[in-house]
T-cell receptor, first 112, second 114 residues
């Protein structure tokens, strides 16, 4: 089955620790995205990549980093510089020229 | 920053009624608009998208776009309790901006009462 796989589903981070969220897609989509969702809020764009080896900052990139070494993969690292990382993180992908985005099942990150 | 605005709700409708969800956007150059449904604790699912002024129907759902008024709506006919969810409106900037990522509203929570 084609789709977007995020792992882990739940993640706990200690203060001052970096953690990496995985996102893999087998839809052959060129573009991939990371969004953050806080309770009762909409989705805010962290980073996006429209092609391999290229990515751009979204609206709330501070404290996050990404890489896009393979078309299928777009991991997100939440660094210790992100002061309030507890949130629901959503990865999405879309075909390059087309528009609709499809989402993975999300990773819920909690700081302990 | 370009914005997409939605009433947070909750919007409560009886089973079988028409639910009307509304959205406005600030970037007049936005070209494509999307409606996603999100159940509590789950990821968003695409319902439908619309590019052109007017109506677009898909089963019980109708999306309406009025670019002059910068207004998008979603109508759900014969609402069912299973339609109870948060509905997210999203807009996409024109291709010449280079930004294809969607800008989302905060969502409207719909409650369909049995």
């Amino acid at each position: 089955d084609g789709g977007i796989t995020q792992s882990p589903k739940y993640l706990f981070r200690k203060e001052g620790q970096n953690v990496t969220l995985s996102c893999e897609q087998n839809l052959n989509h060129d573009a991939m995205y990371w969004y953050r969702q806080d309770p009762g809020q909409g989705l805010r764009l962290i980073y996006y990549s429209q092609i391999v080896n290229d990515f751009q900052k979204g609206d709330i990139a501070e404290g996050y980093s990404v890489s896009r070494e393979k078309k299928e993969s777009f991991p997100l690292t939440v660094t210790s510089a992100q002061k309030n990382p507890t949130a629901f993180y959503l990865c999405a992908s879309s075909r390059g020229g087309a528009t609709e985005a499809f989402f993975g099942q999300g990773t819920r990150l909690t700081v302990v | 920053q370009k914005e997409v605005e939605q009433n947070s709700g909750p919007l409560s409708v009886p089973e079988g009624a028409i639910a009307s969800l509304n959205c406005t956007y600030s970037d007049r150059g936005s070209q494509s608009f999307f409606w996603y449904r999100q159940y509590s604790g789950k990821s968003p699912e695409l319902i439908m998208f619309i590019y052109s002024n007017g109506d677009k129907e898909d089963g019980r759902f109708t999306a309406q776009l009025n670019k002059a008024s910068q207004y998008v709506s979603l109508l759900i006919r014969d609402s069912q309790p299973s339609d109870s969810a948060t509905y997210l409106c999203a807009a996409q900037a024109p291709m010449d901006t280079g930004r294809r990522a969607l800008t989302f509203g905060s969502g409207t929570r719909l409650q369909v009462q049995p």
